[in-house]
Protein backbone atom coordinates (compact mmCIF):
# COMPACT_ATOMS: atom_id res chain seq x y z
CA UNK A 1 0.00 0.00 0.00
CA UNK A 2 1.06 3.36 -0.91
CA UNK A 3 2.39 6.21 1.29
CA UNK A 4 -1.27 8.32 0.09
CA UNK A 5 -3.43 5.08 1.06
CA UNK A 6 -1.69 4.58 4.48
CA UNK A 7 -2.22 8.98 5.04
CA UNK A 8 -6.02 8.13 4.01
CA UNK A 9 -7.07 5.50 5.86
CA UNK A 10 -5.84 6.46 9.50
CA UNK A 11 -7.92 7.46 11.62
CA UNK A 12 -7.48 11.65 11.51
CA UNK A 13 -9.67 12.20 14.78
CA UNK A 14 -10.99 15.85 15.47
CA UNK A 15 -9.04 18.90 15.11
CA UNK A 16 -7.43 20.30 12.25
CA UNK A 17 -7.32 17.37 10.00
CA UNK A 18 -10.73 15.74 11.10
CA UNK A 19 -14.22 15.67 9.50
CA UNK A 20 -17.21 15.86 11.70
CA UNK A 21 -19.38 13.02 11.15
CA UNK A 22 -23.04 14.06 11.44
CA UNK A 23 -24.63 13.38 7.98
CA UNK A 24 -27.78 10.63 8.03
CA UNK A 25 -29.35 8.71 5.49
CA UNK A 26 -31.65 11.53 4.19
CA UNK A 27 -29.33 13.91 4.54
CA UNK A 28 -26.64 11.92 2.21
CA UNK A 29 -29.68 11.09 -0.43
CA UNK A 30 -29.96 15.42 -0.40
CA UNK A 31 -26.68 15.59 -1.30
CA UNK A 32 -26.97 13.08 -3.89
CA UNK A 33 -29.56 13.91 -6.28
CA UNK A 34 -28.86 18.06 -5.10
CA UNK A 35 -25.22 17.28 -6.85
CA UNK A 36 -26.62 16.68 -9.82
CA UNK A 37 -30.35 17.82 -10.28
CA UNK A 38 -28.93 20.92 -11.97
CA UNK A 39 -28.27 18.80 -14.74
CA UNK A 40 -32.31 18.79 -15.32
CA UNK A 41 -32.62 22.52 -15.33
CA UNK A 42 -29.81 23.05 -18.43
CA UNK A 43 -27.35 21.65 -19.86
CA UNK A 44 -28.46 18.78 -21.52
CA UNK A 45 -30.24 20.64 -23.70
CA UNK A 46 -27.33 21.71 -25.57
CA UNK A 47 -27.19 17.90 -27.01
CA UNK A 48 -30.01 18.53 -28.75
CA UNK A 49 -28.40 20.07 -31.40
CA UNK A 50 -26.10 17.69 -31.89
CA UNK A 51 -28.59 14.32 -31.82
CA UNK A 52 -32.34 15.66 -31.93
CA UNK A 53 -34.88 14.22 -29.53
CA UNK A 54 -34.21 10.81 -31.01
CA UNK A 55 -30.51 10.75 -30.87
CA UNK A 56 -30.31 11.91 -27.58
CA UNK A 57 -33.24 10.28 -26.15
CA UNK A 58 -30.68 7.01 -27.08
CA UNK A 59 -28.03 8.91 -25.39
CA UNK A 60 -29.49 9.21 -22.59
CA UNK A 61 -30.58 5.91 -22.37
CA UNK A 62 -26.87 4.40 -22.53
CA UNK A 63 -25.51 6.76 -19.87
CA UNK A 64 -28.31 5.86 -17.75
CA UNK A 65 -27.78 1.98 -17.87
CA UNK A 66 -23.72 2.94 -17.22
CA UNK A 67 -24.53 5.32 -14.28
CA UNK A 68 -26.82 2.59 -13.00
CA UNK A 69 -24.09 0.08 -13.16
CA UNK A 70 -21.90 2.25 -11.87
CA UNK A 71 -23.42 3.70 -8.73
CA UNK A 72 -24.73 0.25 -8.05
CA UNK A 73 -20.27 -1.25 -8.20
CA UNK A 74 -18.96 2.13 -6.28
CA UNK A 75 -20.81 2.11 -3.70
CA UNK A 76 -18.91 -0.65 -2.61
CA UNK A 77 -15.74 0.90 -2.36
CA UNK A 78 -17.39 3.96 -0.50
CA UNK A 79 -18.57 1.31 2.16
CA UNK A 80 -15.46 -0.02 2.22
CA UNK A 81 -12.71 2.90 2.32
CA UNK A 82 -15.00 5.78 3.88
CA UNK A 83 -12.84 8.40 3.39
CA UNK A 84 -12.99 12.09 1.77
CA UNK A 85 -10.56 11.43 -0.98
CA UNK A 86 -13.08 9.08 -3.01
CA UNK A 87 -12.01 7.97 -6.40
CA UNK A 88 -8.67 8.94 -5.22
CA UNK A 89 -8.44 6.80 -2.45
CA UNK A 90 -9.74 3.43 -4.22
CA UNK A 91 -7.18 3.99 -7.18
CA UNK A 92 -3.94 4.50 -4.96
CA UNK A 93 -4.88 1.59 -2.78
CA UNK A 94 -5.62 -0.56 -6.14
CA UNK A 95 -3.46 0.64 -8.57
CA UNK A 96 -0.93 2.40 -6.70
CA UNK A 97 0.60 5.27 -6.47
CA UNK A 98 0.92 6.59 -10.19
CA UNK A 99 -2.83 5.87 -11.21
CA UNK A 100 -3.86 6.90 -7.93
CA UNK A 101 -2.89 10.24 -8.80
CA UNK A 102 -4.49 10.22 -12.17
CA UNK A 103 -7.49 9.13 -10.62
CA UNK A 104 -7.11 12.31 -7.63
CA UNK A 105 -6.55 14.68 -10.91
CA UNK A 106 -9.59 13.45 -13.09
CA UNK A 107 -11.61 13.78 -9.85
CA UNK A 108 -10.79 17.79 -9.27
CA UNK A 109 -11.18 18.38 -13.10
CA UNK A 110 -14.79 17.32 -12.79
CA UNK A 111 -15.50 18.91 -9.22
CA UNK A 112 -13.48 21.94 -10.13
CA UNK A 113 -15.32 22.72 -13.49
CA UNK A 114 -18.68 21.52 -12.87
CA UNK A 115 -19.72 24.66 -10.63
CA UNK A 116 -18.44 27.22 -12.43
CA UNK A 117 -20.34 25.64 -15.19
CA UNK A 118 -23.53 25.91 -13.00
CA UNK A 119 -22.87 29.27 -11.99
CA UNK A 120 -22.94 30.56 -15.26
CA UNK A 121 -26.77 28.99 -15.53
CA UNK A 122 -27.47 30.83 -12.22
CA UNK A 123 -26.45 34.18 -13.58
CA UNK A 124 -28.67 33.61 -16.99
CA UNK A 125 -31.41 32.18 -15.21
CA UNK A 126 -31.38 35.80 -13.35
CA UNK A 127 -31.39 37.47 -16.94
CA UNK A 128 -34.87 36.67 -16.77
CA UNK A 129 -35.65 39.18 -13.70
CA UNK A 130 -34.26 41.64 -15.51
CA UNK A 131 -31.62 42.63 -13.20
CA UNK A 132 -29.24 44.64 -14.30
CA UNK A 133 -26.18 42.16 -13.19
CA UNK A 134 -24.27 40.55 -15.83
CA UNK A 135 -24.49 36.86 -15.67
CA UNK A 136 -20.84 36.79 -14.28
CA UNK A 137 -21.14 38.76 -11.57
CA UNK A 138 -23.91 36.90 -10.16
CA UNK A 139 -21.96 33.68 -10.72
CA UNK A 140 -18.91 35.62 -8.96
CA UNK A 141 -21.42 36.23 -5.94
CA UNK A 142 -22.97 32.76 -5.67
CA UNK A 143 -19.24 31.43 -5.64
CA UNK A 144 -18.77 33.96 -2.40
CA UNK A 145 -21.82 32.85 -0.71
CA UNK A 146 -21.83 29.21 -1.38
CA UNK A 147 -18.24 28.84 -0.49
CA UNK A 148 -19.15 30.40 2.78
CA UNK A 149 -22.13 28.56 3.89
CA UNK A 150 -20.13 25.55 3.26
CA UNK A 151 -17.69 26.58 5.25
CA UNK A 152 -19.82 27.20 8.12
CA UNK A 153 -20.15 23.33 8.55
CA UNK A 154 -21.57 20.21 6.92
CA UNK A 155 -24.61 19.72 8.67
CA UNK A 156 -25.46 23.42 8.10
CA UNK A 157 -24.72 22.44 4.29
CA UNK A 158 -25.83 19.31 4.32
CA UNK A 159 -29.26 20.68 6.19
CA UNK A 160 -29.86 23.28 3.70
CA UNK A 161 -29.02 21.43 0.94
CA UNK A 162 -31.55 18.96 1.40
CA UNK A 163 -33.91 21.77 1.64
CA UNK A 164 -33.31 23.33 -1.85
CA UNK A 165 -33.45 19.79 -3.02
CA UNK A 166 -36.69 19.18 -1.89
CA UNK A 167 -38.06 22.55 -3.54
CA UNK A 168 -36.12 21.76 -6.54
CA UNK A 169 -37.11 18.42 -6.64
CA UNK A 170 -40.90 19.23 -6.46
CA UNK A 171 -40.66 22.56 -8.74
CA UNK A 172 -39.66 19.71 -11.50
CA UNK A 173 -42.56 18.10 -10.83
CA UNK A 174 -44.73 20.92 -11.08
CA UNK A 175 -43.03 21.88 -14.10
CA UNK A 176 -43.82 18.47 -15.84
CA UNK A 177 -47.60 18.92 -14.71
CA UNK A 178 -47.87 22.08 -16.29
CA UNK A 179 -46.03 21.48 -20.00
CA UNK A 180 -46.89 17.77 -20.20
CA UNK A 181 -50.78 18.67 -20.70
CA UNK A 182 -49.55 20.47 -23.61
CA UNK A 183 -47.29 17.89 -25.02
CA UNK A 184 -47.21 16.83 -28.48
CA UNK A 185 -45.96 14.21 -30.50
CA UNK A 186 -45.61 15.92 -33.62
CA UNK A 187 -43.80 18.75 -31.83
CA UNK A 188 -41.56 16.37 -29.95
CA UNK A 189 -40.68 14.57 -33.25
CA UNK A 190 -39.72 17.40 -35.28
CA UNK A 191 -36.15 17.21 -36.78
CA UNK A 192 -35.38 14.45 -34.56
CA UNK A 193 -31.96 13.47 -36.30
CA UNK A 194 -30.86 16.85 -37.21
CA UNK A 195 -26.92 14.82 -37.70
CA UNK A 196 -28.68 11.55 -38.41
CA UNK A 197 -28.11 8.32 -36.11
CA UNK A 198 -24.28 9.68 -36.07
CA UNK A 199 -25.76 12.81 -33.64
CA UNK A 200 -25.72 10.04 -30.57
CA UNK A 201 -22.31 10.10 -30.40
CA UNK A 202 -21.70 13.73 -29.72
CA UNK A 203 -24.54 14.16 -27.48
CA UNK A 204 -23.31 11.66 -24.92
CA UNK A 205 -21.67 14.37 -22.67
CA UNK A 206 -24.55 16.33 -22.48
CA UNK A 207 -26.68 13.29 -21.62
CA UNK A 208 -24.10 12.80 -18.70
CA UNK A 209 -24.67 15.74 -17.51
CA UNK A 210 -27.91 14.54 -16.16
CA UNK A 211 -26.54 12.35 -13.80
CA UNK A 212 -22.78 13.82 -13.64
CA UNK A 213 -21.09 14.51 -9.88
CA UNK A 214 -23.83 11.58 -7.85
CA UNK A 215 -20.46 10.03 -7.62
CA UNK A 216 -19.73 12.45 -4.60
CA UNK A 217 -21.79 11.23 -2.27
CA UNK A 218 -18.94 8.87 -2.04
CA UNK A 219 -16.71 11.80 -0.81
CA UNK A 220 -18.89 12.48 2.07
CA UNK A 221 -18.63 8.96 3.67
CA UNK A 222 -16.29 9.90 6.17
CA UNK A 223 -18.56 12.36 7.66
CA UNK A 224 -21.37 9.58 7.52
CA UNK A 225 -22.22 8.03 10.80
CA UNK A 226 -23.04 4.69 9.43
CA UNK A 227 -21.40 4.77 5.77
CA UNK A 228 -21.79 1.14 5.89
CA UNK A 229 -25.66 1.20 5.82
CA UNK A 230 -26.51 4.81 4.63
CA UNK A 231 -24.21 4.88 1.58
CA UNK A 232 -25.60 2.62 -0.71
CA UNK A 233 -29.38 3.12 0.54
CA UNK A 234 -28.48 6.64 -0.49
CA UNK A 235 -26.59 6.48 -3.70
CA UNK A 236 -28.86 3.87 -5.13
CA UNK A 237 -32.10 5.77 -4.18
CA UNK A 238 -30.54 8.90 -5.67
CA UNK A 239 -29.65 7.41 -9.00
CA UNK A 240 -33.63 6.20 -9.06
CA UNK A 241 -35.05 9.34 -8.31
CA UNK A 242 -32.61 11.21 -10.83
CA UNK A 243 -33.47 8.75 -13.33
CA UNK A 244 -36.84 9.18 -13.38
CA UNK A 245 -36.59 13.29 -13.15
CA UNK A 246 -34.41 13.20 -16.26
CA UNK A 247 -37.01 11.21 -18.37
CA UNK A 248 -40.25 13.72 -17.48
CA UNK A 249 -38.17 16.55 -17.69
CA UNK A 250 -36.32 15.25 -20.95
CA UNK A 251 -40.42 14.69 -22.47
CA UNK A 252 -42.11 17.51 -20.96
CA UNK A 253 -39.75 20.52 -22.40
CA UNK A 254 -39.27 19.35 -25.75
CA UNK A 255 -42.92 17.75 -25.95
CA UNK A 256 -44.56 21.75 -25.72
CA UNK A 257 -42.48 23.71 -28.96
CA UNK A 258 -40.13 20.94 -30.20
CA UNK A 259 -36.27 21.00 -29.23
CA UNK A 260 -35.00 24.10 -30.99
CA UNK A 261 -37.24 26.41 -28.77
CA UNK A 262 -35.34 24.88 -25.60
CA UNK A 263 -32.51 25.20 -27.44
CA UNK A 264 -31.89 29.04 -29.08
CA UNK A 265 -32.50 31.76 -27.12
CA UNK A 266 -34.77 33.70 -29.16
CA UNK A 267 -33.86 37.33 -27.64
CA UNK A 268 -29.74 36.22 -28.26
CA UNK A 269 -30.34 33.42 -31.18
CA UNK A 270 -27.61 31.84 -29.15
CA UNK A 271 -27.53 28.52 -27.65
CA UNK A 272 -29.36 28.86 -23.73
CA UNK A 273 -28.77 27.69 -20.17
CA UNK A 274 -32.08 28.14 -19.88
CA UNK A 275 -34.06 25.60 -21.43
CA UNK A 276 -37.21 25.14 -18.62
CA UNK A 277 -38.14 29.13 -18.65
CA UNK A 278 -38.42 28.54 -22.57
CA UNK A 279 -40.56 25.68 -22.53
CA UNK A 280 -42.83 27.57 -19.74
CA UNK A 281 -42.60 30.21 -21.71
CA UNK A 282 -45.00 28.49 -24.73
CA UNK A 283 -47.39 27.39 -22.38
CA UNK A 284 -48.23 30.19 -19.88
CA UNK A 285 -46.16 33.10 -21.55
CA UNK A 286 -43.59 35.02 -20.05
CA UNK A 287 -45.51 37.28 -18.34
CA UNK A 288 -47.71 34.79 -16.45
CA UNK A 289 -47.46 34.70 -12.78
CA UNK A 290 -46.72 31.09 -12.88
CA UNK A 291 -43.83 31.27 -15.00
CA UNK A 292 -42.33 33.84 -12.72
CA UNK A 293 -42.65 31.58 -9.85
CA UNK A 294 -41.35 28.96 -11.38
CA UNK A 295 -38.69 30.27 -13.01
CA UNK A 296 -37.92 32.01 -8.60
CA UNK A 297 -38.33 27.81 -7.64
CA UNK A 298 -36.13 26.66 -10.43
CA UNK A 299 -32.94 28.80 -9.12
CA UNK A 300 -33.03 26.02 -6.42
CA UNK A 301 -32.17 23.10 -8.70
CA UNK A 302 -29.27 25.32 -9.69
CA UNK A 303 -28.11 26.44 -6.33
CA UNK A 304 -28.66 22.48 -5.10
CA UNK A 305 -26.09 21.76 -6.90
CA UNK A 306 -23.63 24.75 -7.06
CA UNK A 307 -23.60 24.14 -3.28
CA UNK A 308 -23.15 20.35 -3.29
CA UNK A 309 -20.24 20.02 -5.95
CA UNK A 310 -18.67 23.07 -4.47
CA UNK A 311 -18.68 20.67 -0.91
CA UNK A 312 -17.26 17.56 -2.38
CA UNK A 313 -14.88 20.00 -4.61
CA UNK A 314 -13.81 20.83 -0.92
CA UNK A 315 -13.14 17.67 0.47
CA UNK A 316 -11.38 16.58 -3.12
CA UNK A 317 -9.00 19.17 -2.64
CA UNK A 318 -8.42 18.62 1.17
CA UNK A 319 -7.70 14.77 0.37
CA UNK A 320 -4.70 16.12 -1.80
CA UNK A 321 -3.45 17.90 0.43
CA UNK A 322 -3.72 15.56 3.34
CA UNK A 323 -1.56 13.17 1.55
CA UNK A 324 0.96 15.80 0.30
CA UNK A 325 0.27 16.13 -3.12
CA UNK A 326 -0.91 19.48 -2.68
CA UNK A 327 0.40 22.15 -0.29
CA UNK A 328 0.30 21.21 3.32
CA UNK A 329 -2.19 24.16 3.94
CA UNK A 330 -5.17 22.55 1.63
CA UNK A 331 -5.00 19.37 3.39
CA UNK A 332 -6.29 21.18 7.22
CA UNK A 333 -9.38 21.89 8.29
CA UNK A 334 -11.00 25.12 9.78
CA UNK A 335 -10.75 23.35 13.58
CA UNK A 336 -13.84 25.35 14.86
CA UNK A 337 -16.09 24.33 12.43
CA UNK A 338 -14.52 21.00 11.06
CA UNK A 339 -14.61 21.85 7.33
CA UNK A 340 -12.01 22.00 4.84
CA UNK A 341 -11.56 25.71 4.30
CA UNK A 342 -8.40 26.33 2.49
CA UNK A 343 -9.71 23.60 -0.15
CA UNK A 344 -13.22 25.30 -0.43
CA UNK A 345 -11.21 28.67 -0.98
CA UNK A 346 -9.42 26.75 -3.96
CA UNK A 347 -12.16 25.33 -5.40
CA UNK A 348 -13.69 28.86 -5.72
CA UNK A 349 -10.56 30.19 -7.15
CA UNK A 350 -10.26 27.97 -9.86
CA UNK A 351 -13.95 28.56 -10.83
CA UNK A 352 -13.31 32.71 -11.23
CA UNK A 353 -10.58 31.58 -13.89
CA UNK A 354 -12.98 29.01 -15.74
CA UNK A 355 -15.65 31.60 -15.43
CA UNK A 356 -13.71 34.47 -17.26
CA UNK A 357 -13.65 31.76 -20.97
CA UNK A 358 -17.00 32.64 -20.88
CA UNK A 359 -17.72 29.21 -22.54
CA UNK A 360 -20.16 26.51 -20.49
CA UNK A 361 -20.37 23.76 -23.15
CA UNK A 362 -16.49 23.76 -23.19
CA UNK A 363 -16.54 23.91 -19.27
CA UNK A 364 -19.03 20.74 -19.42
CA UNK A 365 -17.36 18.82 -21.59
CA UNK A 366 -13.58 19.23 -19.29
CA UNK A 367 -15.84 18.22 -16.45
CA UNK A 368 -16.82 15.02 -18.71
CA UNK A 369 -14.23 13.82 -19.41
CA UNK A 370 -12.66 14.07 -16.20
CA UNK A 371 -16.27 12.19 -14.50
CA UNK A 372 -15.48 9.17 -17.26
CA UNK A 373 -11.69 9.02 -16.47
CA UNK A 374 -13.14 8.77 -12.71
CA UNK A 375 -15.83 6.19 -13.49
CA UNK A 376 -13.18 3.63 -15.38
CA UNK A 377 -10.16 3.93 -12.54
CA UNK A 378 -12.53 3.43 -10.00
CA UNK A 379 -14.18 -0.11 -11.85
CA UNK A 380 -10.40 -0.85 -12.51
CA UNK A 381 -9.78 -0.41 -8.99
CA UNK A 382 -13.03 -2.06 -7.91
CA UNK A 383 -11.88 -5.53 -9.85
CA UNK A 384 -8.21 -5.24 -8.55
CA UNK A 385 -9.52 -4.83 -5.38
CA UNK A 386 -11.74 -7.90 -5.30
CA UNK A 387 -8.28 -10.06 -6.33
CA UNK A 388 -5.30 -8.61 -4.00
CA UNK A 389 -8.08 -7.61 -0.67
CA UNK A 390 -10.63 -10.51 -0.44
CA UNK A 391 -9.99 -10.37 2.95
CA UNK A 392 -11.02 -6.04 2.93
CA UNK A 393 -14.15 -5.97 5.00
CA UNK A 394 -17.24 -5.00 2.49
CA UNK A 395 -20.19 -3.87 4.32
CA UNK A 396 -21.88 -3.77 1.03
CA UNK A 397 -20.78 -5.84 -2.14
CA UNK A 398 -21.92 -5.12 -5.92
CA UNK A 399 -24.57 -7.54 -7.08
CA UNK A 400 -24.30 -9.14 -10.22
CA UNK A 401 -20.42 -9.33 -10.08
CA UNK A 402 -18.45 -8.97 -12.30
CA UNK A 403 -21.13 -8.48 -14.92
CA UNK A 404 -22.56 -4.85 -13.12
CA UNK A 405 -19.07 -2.98 -12.93
CA UNK A 406 -17.86 -4.52 -16.20
CA UNK A 407 -21.09 -3.08 -17.93
CA UNK A 408 -20.36 -0.01 -16.06
CA UNK A 409 -16.31 0.24 -17.19
CA UNK A 410 -17.44 -1.07 -21.23
CA UNK A 411 -20.00 1.95 -21.44
CA UNK A 412 -17.63 3.74 -19.61
CA UNK A 413 -14.82 3.33 -22.16
CA UNK A 414 -16.94 3.81 -24.74
CA UNK A 415 -18.18 7.14 -24.16
CA UNK A 416 -14.62 8.77 -23.50
CA UNK A 417 -13.47 7.44 -26.57
CA UNK A 418 -16.63 8.98 -28.32
CA UNK A 419 -15.69 11.84 -26.04
CA UNK A 420 -12.23 12.11 -27.88
CA UNK A 421 -13.56 11.56 -31.28
CA UNK A 422 -15.66 14.39 -31.35
CA UNK A 423 -14.01 17.04 -28.60
CA UNK A 424 -10.58 16.46 -29.58
CA UNK A 425 -9.38 19.97 -29.11
CA UNK A 426 -10.71 19.87 -25.16
CA UNK A 427 -9.47 16.37 -25.39
CA UNK A 428 -5.71 18.06 -25.58
CA UNK A 429 -6.98 20.65 -22.67
CA UNK A 430 -7.54 18.04 -20.53
CA UNK A 431 -4.44 15.78 -21.16
CA UNK A 432 -2.58 19.11 -20.81
CA UNK A 433 -3.65 19.01 -17.10
CA UNK A 434 -3.36 15.47 -16.40
CA UNK A 435 0.00 15.23 -17.41
CA UNK A 436 1.65 19.07 -16.09
CA UNK A 437 -0.12 17.79 -12.92
CA UNK A 438 1.77 14.71 -13.36
CA UNK A 439 5.07 15.99 -14.40
CA UNK A 440 4.86 18.15 -10.98
CA UNK A 441 4.08 15.09 -8.90
CA UNK A 442 6.98 13.36 -10.37
CA UNK A 443 9.04 15.92 -9.49
CA UNK A 444 7.97 17.99 -6.34
CA UNK A 445 5.57 15.45 -4.39
CA UNK A 446 6.42 13.24 -1.90
CA UNK A 447 8.48 10.26 -2.20
CA UNK A 448 7.69 6.87 -1.14
CA UNK A 449 9.54 5.26 1.59
Not at 261 to 285: F, M, N, R
Amino acid sequence: MSDAADASTTDEGAGSKGLSKSLGPVMIWGLGVGYVISGEYFGWNLGLAEGGPYGMLVATGIVSVMYLAFVLSYAELSCAIPRAGGAFVYADRALGRDLGFLAGVAQLVEFLFAPPAIAFAIGAYFQNYDVGVAPEVVAVLAFIVFVAINIRGVSVSAMFELCVTVLAVIELLIFAGVALPKFSWSAFSTDPLPNGWGGIMPALPFAIWFYLAIEGVANVAEEARNPARDIPRAFVAAMLTLLALALLTFFAAIGVAGWEAIVIDPSTGEASDSPLPLALSHVVGADHGLFHLLVTVGLLGLIASFHGILLVAGRAVFEFGRVGYLPAVLGRTWERYQTPAPGLIAAMLVGFVALATGKTGEIITLAVFGALSLYILSMASLFVLRRKEPELERPYRAPGYPVVPAVALVLAVGCFAALVYYNLALFGVFAAVVGVSYGLFKVFGPKPE
